[in-house]
């Protein structure tokens, strides 16, 4: 079992750069394949990047690519979420979540961040 924990979520103007933070405990953080997820109001939640343990394979959804960058520290238990160039439907809470290689799902979740983008 993990805990995951995000931060770095504000309001920002339209045009600005965010980086989210989601520290994770409680077993091997390099044993995971971490993603992150966005539900924005009214919406379903949904899928915005994921890197494999070690970096070297990172998937994003093509509603993000070109703006977002998933990155991780192993030696800090810890997954970023760089975000550029915002837009007002960027504005969403945002998740982590993680699951082991070879498990089909992401079973462990944060509480989620919010991130709110003004026009």
């Known amino acids: 079992q993990v805990q995951l924990v995000e931060s770095g979520g504000r309001l920002v103007q339209a045009g600005g750069s965010l980086r989210l933070s989601c520290v994770v405990s409680?077993?091997?953080?390099?044993?995971?394949?971490m993603g992150w997820f966005r539900q924005a109001p009214g919406k379903e939640r949904e899928f915005v990047a994921q890197?494999?343990?070690?970096?070297?394979?990172?998937r994003y959804a093509d509603s993000v690519k070109g703006r977002f960058t998933i990155s991780r520290d192993n030696f800090k238990n810890t997954v970023y979420l760089q975000i550029d160039s915002l837009k007002p439907e960027d504005t969403a809470l945002y998740y982590c979540?993680?699951?082991?290689?070879?498990?089909?799902?992401?079973?462990?979740w944060g509480q989620g961040t919010q991130v709110t983008v003004s026009s």
């Open positions: 979540a993680a699951r082991l290689f070879g498990q089909t799902d992401f079973a462990s």
């Open positions: 409680g077993r091997t953080f390099s044993s995971y394949i």
């Open positions: 890197i494999s343990w070690s970096g070297g394979a990172i």
